[in-house]
């Protein structure tokens, strides 16, 4: 099984990632938070840049509809080496969406095609795409393998849920399952709710062929995961030092990039969202981390939560 981390804007960061891959690692394939503008800003180009992703196997992931915007991002990428970038067609967000772009652009599969037609035929670098599997309905879905099975995709990431339900209900994993017999010549990698052994058996029950798998979410909330799910891929267990350490390394990491306090805070504390279900009995300590308004009272909170509370039963999980 090969493992992804999904990327995740604002927290799957350069920063996290490269502390995540020290600390933990496991991961075959971090992809970056989607870059969208042609000119690409400081923060894009952070994310990019190859002495930020040392040792680190990456893809750029891009978010546009239009065919020119596509090959000058790529062509920009190109030039710091990269040989794969990612179409991001799964994007659920309103103001994305409303603009046909993310899942937003699979509401118009005839210029979808079109887009693809003129990226495939001309991009300097192999394109991965990461898909919702429709808008409304399930329905949509032939329709849009139909179009996929057209172009040599390097790889083809599902999360088999549809724009309209957001991240809510359970993922189709039929639809995947369907995508694995419709594209037998295309590498596909299934996303969407892996957060225990069990989640992972349960997919492989529906989809048994599966042998690459993103993840985003159970590996924020538990940075041990890959290893409960595949014990040739342990590098650490989730004790509390071995967190702690991991927490003050990213917080030093955002500390020396942000500029002031109350940006890297704002990066902290998003963090502790997925952070916090590490631990027992947290959500106290979590109120306080999120009043902290200065580097001291965060690091005040941080420690009594790392002192008072013990990590999750789940991390100690044996895999199935
Ligand atoms: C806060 C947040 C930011 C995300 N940013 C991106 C992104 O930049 N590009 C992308 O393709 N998906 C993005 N996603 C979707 C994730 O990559 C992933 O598909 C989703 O979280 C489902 O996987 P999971 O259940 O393993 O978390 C984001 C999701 C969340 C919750």
Known sequence: ????????????????????????????????????????????????????????????????????????????????????????????SGTVTARKRGAGFLSVPDELDRFLYEIYAQSPLHISIKTRIGIASVDEWETILAIYEKYPLAELIIHPRLQKEFYKLTPHKEAFASALAALPGIPLCYNGD????????????????????????????????????????????????TFKAFH?????????????????????????TYFIESFEGAEKHLKKIRKASTYSEYKIAVNSLFRDCSIANYHTDTPV
């Open 248 to 272: 003050d390394e990213i917080f030093e990491g955002y500390a020396a990039q942000m500029s002031g306090e109350t940006p890297t805070l704002f990066k902290m504390k998003d963090l502790w």
């Open 1 to 92: 099984m090969k493992f992804y981390l999904a990327p995740m804007e604002g927290i799957t960061t350069y920063i996290y990632r490269t502390v995540y891959n020290r600390y933990f690692g496991g991961i075959d394939k971090y992809f970056t938070p989607f870059i969208a503008s042609k000119k690409m800003n400081r923060r894009e180009l952070n994310e990019i840049l190859p002495e930020h992703n040392q040792g680190l196997s990456v893809v750029p992931q891009i978010l546009t509809n239009r065919a020119e915007e596509f090959l000058q991002i790529t062509r920009k990428i190109a030039e710091y080496g990269y040989d794969t970038v990612n179409l991001n067609l799964g994007c659920p």
């Open 194 to 241: 892996i957060t225990s052994p069990k989640s992972l058996s349960m997919l492989l029950d529906a989809a048994p062929q599966t042998d690459c798998v993103m993840i985003g979410r159970g590996i924020l909330r538990n940075p041990a995961l890959v290893s409960q799910l595949d014990e040739h891929k342990i590098i650490n267990s989730c004790s509390k030092d």
